[in-house]
């Protein structure tokens, strides 16, 4: 196994709509946290660069204030909603090429303080050249693959609110969730429709958050805890609808092209996967998500919930954490506390959403691109 | 909404006129660029006279949306006929219950609603009437 880059230590704050806190207070949290976390202790001196992961709203530079991590090197990710992931990534990158040996990932959004949320504002009506793609929301652009995986492979609403309820269950039992409540087939099938296929229950909430991580070289990584958890590789594709081609609209080709380069350089396969923290920002992403990731074959998504395959007791869980359907998604920080949670689950710390004996995770994210979503995919696979 | 991006767009905006690629077929519309979006061919376009008629590859009907909208409204990626092109459209005169995967329409090229003194164009559909 790839024995490289480690990750040494993780901070999250409880996610929700958060209107008592600004982006500094949610990073101050997480960073503190997250130096908490590191078994042998950490000095914030040690850390020798940082990546910023943020969708909207800030500068690498702007990093620097809540932390007081001035003069070292910075830069902000951006990379749709796997921006989080990406920033992961890239920080990866640096510390495998021994530019640095301890690096900061943060990641952080604010998503409640416009009205109607961030993502209301970004998508139904932007500027008049923008009319090719009038009246796009988010639910109509993963609902319209939806429509289409029913149209072909016999899958229908039911597999949808199977996964959320097995992800609302997840979220009740973790610690962070923004959602903490259950809910069953019927309550998701009846409650208000978004953007047929798609229900309320369907849909990620709007949510505040931030999560840190610290990764290390192999050469300290030791320093700083006896039990790191091995970064075993990533990937990112980028793809889009636009180019015509019909796997766009029953898939994310993105995303099988990001798992295939992970897969590569991990030296694994996906059967090898334990537990994954995959993009569910709609109950149809986690679906398409089973079978781009190569947890089964094109076609054959809703039958891993169907089977039970994904539950928190199954053979592969997906989303212990609630995903971004329960724990919330709050962009640029979605990616990091993916991550975040891995590394517990890799650690035998996860607590009540602890899945039994694993030592392969994978973490996935799904982003927008031009005119569409599911144009930009990242993959991490960790290992302990 | 300034005016160097509506007179960039004038052509695409009020003639239904797409550029098909001559080494893969591949049909652009509404976006223009020299570089085929599917096999990379850099300026091998030829303008196409797009069809107003066209398949539902799939659709979802959105039961919320900002005011301008009427709803619950039924959107469908559309397939036009022969030369072809995939477009994003907003329904008119169709139901939730009329929409299907396969639905022939027509596709047209009308104002929804009216913003800062200019008009705000979108692609409709309807069920066609054969």
């Known amino acids: 196994m790839r024995k490289e880059v480690a990750v040494i230590g993780a901070g999250m704050i409880h996610f929700g709509e958060l209107f008592d806190k600004s982006v500094d207070n949610m990073i101050e949290e997480a960073y503190i946290n997250c130096l908490n976390s590191v078994d042998k202790g950490i000095e914030p001196k040690e850390i020798e660069a940082a990546w910023l992961g943020s969708a909207y709203e800030r500068s690498g530079a702007s990093l620097a204030v809540p932390t007081g991590l001035f003069r070292i090197p910075i830069s902000r990710n951006e990379n749709g909603c796997a921006t989080g992931s990406d920033a992961f990534r890239n920080a990866c990158y640096a510390v495998k090429a021994g530019i640095y040996k301890v690096v900061l ?24 050249e923008m009319w090719r793609y009038r009246a796009r929301t988010m639910p109509a652009f993963f609902g319209l693959r939806g429509t289409r995986h029913f149209h072909e492979f016999g899958s229908n609403r039911e597999h949808l609110a ?3 309820v097995k992800n609302h269950h997840n979220g009740s039992l973790y610690p962070y969730a923004h959602y903490k409540f259950e809910t069953t087939v019927d309550q998701v099938l009846n409650a208000p429709i978004v953007s047929w296929p798609l229900g309320l229950y369907d849909c990620c909430p709007i949510t505040d958050g931030a999560c840190c991580v610290l990764i290390a070289h192999a050469d300290v990584a030791k320093k700083y805890t006896d039990t790191p958890v091995w970064w075993q590789g990533a990937g990112c594709g980028v793809d889009s609808w636009m180019r015509g081609l019909d796997e766009n609209l029953i898939g994310f080709p993105a995303t099988a092209i990001a798992a295939r380069e992970a897969y590569k350089m991990a030296g694994i396969t996906p059967k090898d996967i334990q537990v994954a923290e995959v993009h569910d920002c709609f109950t149809v992403t986690e679906m398409l998500d089973y079978e781009d990731l190569g947890f089964c074959k094109k076609g054959e998504g809703h039958k891993m919930i169907e089977e039970g395959v994904v539950n928190l007791d199954g053979s592969l869980p997906v989303n212990p954490s609630g995903g971004l359907i329960a724990k919330g998604h709050p962009i640029g920080a979605s990616g990091v506390a993916q991550i975040a949670e891995i590394y517990e689950q890799l650690r035998g710390t996860a607590g009540k959403v602890q899945v039994p004996d694993v030592e392969i995770g994978l973490q996935h994210n799904i982003g927008l691109g031009r005119g569409a979503t599911g144009s930009a995919s990242v993959v991490n696979i960790l290992r302990r | 909404m300034s005016t160097p991006p509506l007179y960039r767009d004038i052509a695409q905006n009020l003639k239904f006129e797409g550029l098909k690629c001559k080494s893969c077929g591949y049909v652009a519309y509404p976006e223009y660029h020299r570089i085929c979006l599917k096999c990379g061919a850099i300026d091998q376009w030829e303008k196409v006279k797009l069809s107003r008629t066209g398949t539902v590859h799939t659709y979802i009907v959105s039961y919320y949306l900002p005011p301008e909208f009427e709803t619950p409204l039924p959107l469908a990626i559309v397939d036009l006929d022969p030369p072809g092109g995939r477009i994003y459209a907003i329904s008119t005169e169709t139901k939730h219950e009329d929409m299907k995967v396969g639905l022939r329409v027509e596709v047209d090229f009308r104002e929804i609603y009216h913003k800062d003194g200019l008009s705000v164009p979108s692609f409709k559909f309807k069920p066609l009437r054969e």
């Open chain 1, 162 to 164: 199977m996964i959320s």
């Open chain 1, 105 to 128: 990932v943060c990641g952080v959004e604010k998503m409640r303080d416009t009205a109607g949320g961030l993502i209301a504002k970004a998508a139904a009506k932007s500027g008049i």
